[in-house]
């Protein structure tokens, strides 16, 4: 719901979820002011039971605070590079539940496969095309042969995408200025530009990095670790942004 705080300019105030993201474009698109707040930051404000006029009151009440920081309008690029990336993940997260499933299969009939994707997909190399499945009941060939196919597909979707992050990082002028840091990739640069923009929310460097951090503990799947662990989960952290 919106709020409408009175300022001596009007502006217009929604928490920054994704339904009130197309109507804040719209507005701003009338030439209208328009601020976006964190509905992490607008939940302190809301009294008793949630419903719509409890949720406007309580955006209204956070608009005015003045230490109350305020999420930018993002375009339609940022959005559909953010969109991308997820589309990517989830691709990752397929492939990764795929190679769990193989390695299972495997284990079942006393056969141990080493960690890691290329070490695996080296090994099924060996065992398909050279031992014929050896150990394999020709079920279960057809099986692993099918998981490899669908592998080899996934592989090429994610290929697809890494692609366009490295076109787009390259027209891109703070995305390529982020990918000449050492160990920062299209990937990672795609990512963070979509998700930040210019960083301008930001007062210092130390808020990016309390934020990353942040942004990193209260996601489900790292709520039990304690930092940021590798580049692919960064990437997951940006695009869930």
Same mark, same amino acid.
């Given at each position: 719901?919106?709020?409408?705080?009175?300022?001596?300019?009007?502006?217009?105030?929604?928490?920054?979820?994704?339904?009130?993201?197309?109507?804040?474009?719209?507005?701003?698109?009338?030439?209208?002011?328009?601020?976006?707040?964190?509905?992490?930051?607008?939940?302190?404000?809301? =009294?008793?039971?949630?419903?719509?006029?409890?949720?406007?009151?309580?955006?209204?009440?956070?608009?005015?605070?003045?230490?109350?920081?305020?999420?930018?309008?993002?375009? +339609?690029?940022?959005?559909?590079?953010?969109?991308?990336?997820?589309?990517?993940?989830?691709?990752?997260?397929?492939?990764?539940?795929?190679?769990?499933?193989?390695?299972?299969?495997?284990?079942?009939?006393?056969?141990?496969?080493?960690?890691?994707?290329? =070490?695996?997909?080296?090994?099924?190399?060996?065992?398909?095309?050279? +031992?014929?499945?050896?150990?394999?009941?020709?079920?279960?060939?057809?099986?692993?042969?099918?998981?490899?196919?669908?592998?080899?597909?996934?592989?090429?979707?994610?290929?697809?995408?890494?692609?366009?992050?490295?076109?787009?990082?390259?027209?891109?002028?703070?995305?390529?200025?982020?990918?000449?840091?050492?160990?920062?990739?299209?990937?990672?640069?795609?990512?963070?530009?979509?998700?930040?923009?210019?960083?301008?929310?930001?007062?210092?460097?130390?808020?990016?990095?309390?934020?990353?951090?942040?942004?990193?503990?209260?996601?489900?799947?790292?709520?039990?670790?304690?930092?940021?662990?590798?580049?692919?989960?960064?990437?997951?952290?940006?695009?869930?942004?």
């Amino acid at each position: 719901m919106w709020g409408f705080p009175v300022w001596q300019r009007p502006r217009l105030h929604s928490d920054g979820s994704v339904l009130r993201g197309p109507s804040s474009r719209v507005f701003a698109g009338h030439g209208h002011d328009v601020g976006l707040t964190s509905p992490e930051s607008v939940r302190p404000y809301v =009294k008793a039971q949630k419903n719509d006029d409890r949720d406007a009151e309580g955006i209204a009440e956070a608009a005015t605070r003045p230490t109350m920081r305020f999420v930018g309008l993002k375009s +339609q690029e940022p959005l559909d590079m953010q969109t991308l990336h997820r589309s990517r993940d989830r691709l990752v997260g397929e492939r990764t539940a795929l190679i769990n499933q193989v390695r299972a299969i495997l284990l079942e009939r006393a056969i141990v496969a080493p960690q890691g994707k290329r =070490k695996l997909e080296q090994f099924l190399t060996v065992l398909m095309d050279e +031992q014929r499945g050896a150990g394999l009941s020709p079920r279960m060939i057809t099986r692993v042969a099918d998981a490899r196919a669908q592998w080899a597909g996934l592989d090429q979707r994610i290929a697809a995408f890494d692609t366009e992050f490295i076109r787009w990082t390259k027209e891109n002028e703070d995305a390529r200025r982020l990918a000449s840091i050492p160990g920062v990739g299209p990937t990672i640069a795609s990512a963070l530009i979509a998700a930040i923009g210019k960083g301008e929310t930001f007062e210092h460097g130390r808020d990016l990095a309390a934020w990353l951090v942040w942004s990193h503990l209260s996601s489900p799947p790292a709520a039990d670790r304690s930092f940021l662990a590798s580049a692919s989960e960064a990437t997951d952290i940006f695009a869930s942004c």
